[in-house]
């Protein structure tokens, strides 16, 4: 009888329901406006809608017509090629991060964030006026000797360019973790042992942060394969994406068979291309669980043959050229990229205070004109609101539902955390274009689409992760045992929360629900699709004003947009915990 017992014990304890169930509405809201509507836009490529029987005609009509092919293969390269550019030049500035004392660092950083957070719709549409052909840029490279007859926009070079600026900051941010993780002592210790100073990083810090480099790798490959506002700005026809072809299908020829295909692909190569990093090195870096194990085998011989040919090619460096000539090079590269990353939110107040006809910098006259036409416009003002309603209510409920999650995951310790930590990840993971189209397939069904409401929908859905994450950060920094020693003086639960939980994760809550408003106020892509040209949001009304004629009072609409972001991120950033 003891036995049994002590049976009976141990299951009620395995199915006790713990705070990882504050995660269920969290999950349902996945399930319901993720896997779901995914799930039924790529089923019914499979489906002939005549006969409703299995039916692979769109992936034949898909592989056969060259264009298609061309486009897969465009969408692939330019993703691969953004990633190594991430890579190569995202490094060095995480680690000039990493290097620094915390209070310089979290000065130092927001010149990387506030980049991080203004559309990339306002930063291509910044380049297109900078890299145009009587642009800035290119009277500068005349003046210096170059061709008189520079073309440095819609090509391959500028699409690359522009994605990797957009994606960049993302780049650092994941990589910089895993560099603030390696123990310090450890490169001065192999100093003391004889190593120089290129020997220790090459053989000691590069090696430990390669899975830091592998994960930003992941992600800015997988979020290049569904971008395809920079494509559809600043290249050519030859330079045409998955996503501007998904757009085609979906608003112009309503081929939803196709679009579903097409989403299909990406998934399938999302999903590979993550399979394939979990062979390689392991998830549980990006599950928030501790370091990647790196798995040995092919990828460790690469790595150390990379290693080597750093460490030889430093060395044979470091005897040409002195010490401080190296880092004040290093300096120079990396206030360099800085000063890029900067330069788009920089340029829009001189353009909107021109008093031209059309947008140019730097302007010959000043006017407030624009922004009279911007505040007197119906149209502009309609969706300026519309998107300040939208963003409240998004960063409103993401909050309340990743705030759940996230305490219910701190409080935890049981093995499914990871997997609902990967769950509430899948709106990052997922391309923007499949969760655009994917929306648009099902909310046409059940009349949200050109509602407030389905946008406000979408918005929350891929707000989400960045929410969930700062707020779990939060919770996860929280002593529990203030709680407890508040019950041992007398306090009830809501004495608890009140007047301890609340004023410690108060900061965290603030700078979460503000990251979420932000959000929504930039999003494009669910905009594009749910809203469907009836309700006009602020980037869809700037969207449709690059596409179709460019105007000054574009700029003087992104001012505002750029001001509103600048405020609202410094005051998340001084609210979110250190």
């Known amino acids: 009888m003891v036995a049994l017992s002590d049976k009976d014990t141990v299951a009620r304890q395995r199915f006790r329901p713990d705070s990882l169930w504050l995660s269920a509405p969290g999950l349902a809201y996945m399930v319901l406006l993720l896997i779901f509507p995914a799930g039924a836009l790529i089923w019914q490529s499979f489906v002939d809608p005549k006969s409703g029987a299995f039916d692979l005609s769109v992936y034949e009509q898909m592989f056969s017509a ?32 990493a290097g620094m004392e915390e209070r310089r660092r979290r000065m130092a950083m927001w010149l990387v964030l506030l980049p991080f957070w203004v559309s990339p ?20 490279l005349t003046g210096m000797g170059f061709d008189t007859e520079l073309n440095l926009l819609y090509g391959r070079g500028a699409v690359i360019f522009g994605m990797a600026h957009a994606m960049l900051p993302i780049a650092i941010l994941t ?33 430990l942060s390669m899975p830091g480099v592998a994960a930003a790798g992941l992600l800015v490959f997988v979020m290049g394969l569904g971008f395809f506002i920079t494509p559809a700005l600043l290249g050519s026809p030859n330079e045409t994406v998955i996503g501007q072809m998904m757009i085609t299908q979906v608003q112009k020829l309503f081929n ?12 399938a190569v999302t999903l590979i291309t993550i399979a394939l990093y979990d062979r390689l090195f392991g998830m549980s870096a990006v599950s928030g669980n501790g370091a990647v194990a790196r798995r040995a085998g092919v990828i460790d011989a690469i ?21 401080r000539l190296g880092r004040g090079a290093f300096t120079v590269f990396v206030w360099l990229v800085i000063a890029m990353l900067i330069v788009p939110v920089l340029a829009f107040p001189p353009m909107a205070f021109s008093g031209s006809s ?28 519309r998107s300040a309603i939208i963003a409240i209510v998004t960063g409103v409920i993401a909050t309340i539902i990743s705030g759940m999650a996230a305490y219910g995951l701190a409080r935890s310790q049981r093995k499914a955390g990871g997997l609902i930590f990967l769950s509430f990840m899948l709106p990052m993971v ?20 050109a509602t407030d409401t389905g946008i406000v929908l979408g918005h929350t859905l891929s707000a989400m992760p960045v929410v969930f994450v700062i707020l779990l950060t939060t919770f996860r920094s929280v002593d529990w045992r203030l709680l407890q020693a508040a019950a041992t003086l007398g306090a009830n639960r809501w004495q608890q929360i009140r007047l301890i939980l609340l004023p410690l994760v108060k900061g965290g809550a603030v700078a979460a629900f503000l990251f979420g408003l932000l959000h929504s106020f930039e999003e494009l892509t669910i905009a594009l699709f749910v809203g469907a040209g009836v309700k006009q949001t602020l980037p869809k009304q ?19 947009i750029v001001a509103v972001v600048t405020v609202l991120f410094v005051i998340a950033e001084k609210a979110r915990p250190r």
């Not at 790595?303 to 010490?323: C, H």
């Open 66 to 97: 060259g264009v298609y092919v061309k486009v897969l293969v465009n969408t692939f390269s330019i993703a691969a090629q953004v990633t190594i550019v991430c890579l190569l030049v995202g490094y060095p500035i995480a680690v000039w991060l």
């Open 121 to 140: 719709l306002l930063k291509n549409f910044a380049w297109i006026v900078l890299l145009a052909r009587k642009g800035i840029v290119a009277q500068l």
């Open 175 to 207: 990589m910089l973790p895993t560099m603030l993780a390696i123990d310090s002592r450890l490169m001065p210790a192999a100093m003391t042992m004889g190593a120089s100073r290129a020997q220790a990083f090459w053989r000691i810090f590069t090696p």
């Open 256 to 267: 939803l068979r196709l679009a579903g295909a097409l989403a299909a692909l990406l998934l």
């Open 303 to 323: 790595g150390g043959v990379i290693i080597e040919i750093g460490a030889g090619v430093s060395d044979f460096i470091a005897r040409l050229i002195p010490a």
């Open 358 to 385: 059309f947008l140019e910098f730097p302007p010959k006259s000043f006017s407030l004109r624009w922004f009279q036409a911007y505040l007197g416009d119906d149209q502009w003002m309609g969706a300026t609101t």
């Open 430 to 449: 997922v391309p923007n274009i499949v969760i655009g189209v994917s929306l648009f397939y099902v909310m046409a069904k059940i009349g949200l689409i």
């Open 542 to 560: 700037m969207w449709d004003d690059i596409i179709l004629s460019i105007s000054p009072t574009l700029a003087a609409a992104s001012v505002f």
